[in-house]
């Protein structure tokens, strides 16, 4: 089985920074496409950052220029450093892994648990 563990939310003042981190772990063929999603409450989840395995992301408009992914292909990990955070980043973010577990099965969605980030003002 595939598992996407995250870390680094937390509460930090508008303009801080925060460090999410996410290491997918167990039965892996290959990762595909890895980001980040969020979901503040009574919202629906959104995307945040995605990047390919050759380095190519998409980015949220809202947050471009302050967030940043990054991702090591080797580990199987993808980060997200952001910067200048403001109230209206508060959400639960989701890791996410498009996986393929054997080289004879598609490739899947995962999903972490997913990790409070809370900005006070």
């Known amino acids: 089985q595939v598992q996407l563990v995250e870390s680094g939310g937390g509460l930090v003042q508008a303009g801080g920074s925060l460090r999410l981190s996410c290491a997918a772990s167990g039965r892996i063929f290959r990762v595909n496409t890895m980001g980040w999603f969020r979901q503040a409450s009574g919202n629906q989840r959104e995307l945040v950052a995605t990047?390919?395995?050759?380095?190519?992301?998409n980015v949220k408009d809202s947050v471009k220029g302050r967030f940043t992914i990054s991702r090591d292909n080797a580990k199987n990990t993808v980060s997200l450093q952001m910067n200048n955070l403001k109230p209206e980043d508060t959400a639960v973010y989701y890791c996410?892994?498009?996986?393929?577990?054997?080289?004879?099965?598609?490739?899947?969605?995962?999903w972490g648990q997913g990790t409070q980030v809370t900005v006070s003002s």
């Open positions: 996410y892994g498009s996986i393929q577990t054997l080289f004879t099965l598609p490739v899947s969605d995962y």
């Open positions: 990047i390919s395995t050759s380095g190519s992301t």
